[in-house]
């Protein structure tokens, strides 16, 4: 400002100058003809200066530090947003990236651990059917074996029915009481399990 | 044609219309039409900024601040940062209101019935003393009073040319505030007085119609019709003078600060 103030101070003292010198440059400007009208007249000359000087002094004190401060920060921000606005995509480039990665561990994850349960599964098939098999084998071994001991007990039972039977049609026919705990009754016995064990082989 | 015979009569006096008159004091001391404008102007200048710096804001807002601001822009830009460069900043405010003061003169005297401030010798004048006293300071300044009237014949040239080259350059600096006074006013003049007789002419060719309505004087008034358009034309490249002529003298003062400065002429 104080570059304006000693502008204006040295642009007034010429018109002052002007001002009080003899006027030569402007002595003719009555009645002169044509020419007249390209003579400046002090009434015009002198105004416009000081008009002129003073809004330049107060536009340089009031307005343009105000709009270049205005254009400044106005730059300023423009160029933050934009800088703003770069780091914003390349961390958004910098996301995505980051996610993609991210969905193809977890798709490459997804997969291992299907794969992991399809074998665990087949593991487990395998693991059901031989105890399934063992167990059929033993639910059959044992069947058998209820079978078999079943059969014996039928076969005891049928065969002390047939002793009793036996004994009793035996008495009937030597008309012979014979003791149901004697020695008959032994021998019968001995004779259908000899007979059972050949039957059974 | 009696439109024809009255014309150059209409047009002499039309120049004297426009010839600086005092409207307070006489022509040495006081106000002339051109300066009264002038001082309207200036104070419409100071309304505008006082305005535009009340409604200005970061986000601008409205056909008024975009204007204002559109055109400080193209200054900066245009005239400021394109010419002078780097040292853009310690010229702004000057070219600034160089700017705005000769296009709101300019603006001004486009209103029927105003006079443009810069429509007169003495106010150009006035302007382009201010510019020549702030390129000369300016040139000073860099260089130191002797550098700079010495740096005004180039480096390099062998005595006794640089001796004449120098009045050469000393006179070339003399007449750009002449030159930058009356480029700006003869535009500014010759314009309206263009416009001027254009709407004399437009009135002549009419005036019989209005006096007495007749076939014959309806015909002879179809002229008018003509020159209105042109004076239409005119007014609307008086328009783009008003800017340009403001830019002109501005990008002028600029280049001239610009060869003030520069380390070699």
Redesign the interface.
Known sequence: MK??R??AL??AA??TANLVAP?CA?AE??GAGGI??????????????I??????A???K???P???S??D??ER?IAESLDEAEKTKQKAIADREASDALVTDARRQAADIVLAARKDAEVERQRIVAAAHTEAEEIIAKAHANAEEERRAIFADAAAQIADLSVSVASKIVERQLDEDGEQRRLIERYIKEAGSLNAN | MEAFDKLSGEILHLVQEF??A?VF????????Q??FW??VA?VV??LV??L??RR???VPHGVFVNGVEYL?DYV?NDVAKGVIGTEW??H???L??LFF?IFINNVIGLIPGMKP?TG????T???A??SF??FV?RGCQKHGFFGYWKSLAPAGVMFPMNVFVWVIELFSLILRPITL??RL?CNM?AGHIVMGSFAIMASLFAEPLFEQLSALNAAMALPSIAWLAILLIIYVVEMIVAFVQAYVFTILTAVYIQIAEADEH
Do not use: H, N
């Open positions: 570059t304006y000693s502008a040295a642009a010429l018109a006027a402007f400007e009555e007249d009208i390209l003579v400046p007249k002090m009434a015009e000359f002198v105004p416009a200066l008009a002129f000087l003073i809004i330049l107060v536009m340089a009031l307005v343009w105000q709009v270049l205005m254009m920060e106005r921000r | 010839s600086s005092s004091g006489d022509l040495t001391v006081g106000l002339t051109y300066s002038l001082l200036a200048f100071c900024m006082v535009f710096v200005a804001s970061l400080i900066t900043r310690r702004f405010p000057f600034l209101t003061f401030g007169a010798i003495g106010c004048a006035a302007l003393i201010c006293i702030y300071w006074a009356i006013f003049f």
